[in-house]
């Protein structure tokens, strides 16, 4: 029987890369040592960064938006994939950098911005298409691949009230209206497991993202908008889910996962 390995896969919105590298991204990560991190918000092509982003063990893959300083994902991994692509099919979700996925020999990951509806209607509406369009790729995805998904990133959306500080005061605000609140229900129904709430169904206080603007992370009035997705196959793999609240440099802390391969 072949040795199992444990690995450790992190997750975080950095609010632009650019930001995050000069309050101490590279040597957070290499304290951290994920196998693959995830980011979020990146605001930058990799040729922006390059000479910067000293992280020499892992392979680094982007998908920026064509926007510049806006938006993008990308994943830097010291497991290297058998094939990446970048962003979904439809043009209009393509060109904001939203999107990288990555294959290997046991699972798929796909790393995602997803929109943030509060700027006007226009925007909730185009988060909730993208939502609705995310759930039938990914789903076409689990039967064409076979293979086992693990979705991680911004959600951009608070589920229960458990997820975040002030419930009540929230209900008509994007990120925690009805509407996109039922969305994660109905995703969660397809059988996408929320990793960290199959750990701690009760915990409180546990939040990934604060207002700048109101000091909240100092007294943690926050939300958890950022999750690790897993289909439910590979839950007998999965070892651990946790946030790291402690680790500062963006309006985001880092958040991950451990599985078993």
């Known amino acids: 029987m072949p040795n199992k390995k444990e690995l450790k896969i992190i997750s975080w919105n ?6 995050a ?6 040597d957070k990560i290499l304290k951290i040592n994920p196998d693959i991190i995830c980011i979020q918000e990146t605001k930058a092509n990799p040729d922006q960064v390059d000479k910067d982003l ?10 920026s938006a064509k926007r510049k300083g806006y938006s993008g994902v990308a994943v830097f991994t010291k497991v290297k994939p058998n094939k990446i692509v970048r962003g979904m099919p439809e043009e209009r979700f393509f ?3 939203r999107m990288i996925e990555l294959h290997y020999n046991e699972f798929i990951i796909l790393n995602i911005y997803f929109p943030n509806g509060k700027r006007d209607d226009t925007r909730l509406q ?6 609705k369009a995310h759930l039938k790729y990914v789903e076409s995805l689990r039967k064409t691949t076979n293979k086992k998904i693990i979705i991680n990133g911004d959600y951009n959306t608070a589920h229960k009230e458990i997820d975040l500080a002030r419930p009540k005061g929230n209900e ?11 969305w994660v229900d109905k995703y969660i129904e ?9 750990f701690y169904p009760n915990k409180k206080d546990e939040y990934s993202w604060w ?3 109101t000091r909240a992370r100092d007294r943690n009035v926050g939300w958890r908008i950022d999750y690790f997705f897993i289909t439910s196959e590979l839950l007998p793999q999965l070892k651990q889910a946790f946030i790291m609240q402690e680790v500062e440099g963006s309006d985001h802390c880092p958040h991950g996962i451990i599985i078993e391969i």
């Open 14 to 19: 950095v609010n632009g890369i650019r930001a």
């Open 21 to 26: 590298l000069r309050k101490g991204f590279v």
């Open 54 to 63: 000293r992280l020499h063990e892992y392979s680094t893959y982007w998908h």
């Open 95 to 97: 060109d904001e950098g």
């Open 126 to 131: 185009y988060k909730m298409d993208y939502y």
């Open 172 to 182: 008509k605000i994007s990120g925690f209206l009805p509407e996109e609140r039922n």
């Open 190 to 198: 397809h059988n996408y497991v929320d990793t960290f709430r199959h």
């Open 211 to 213: 207002s700048m603007r």
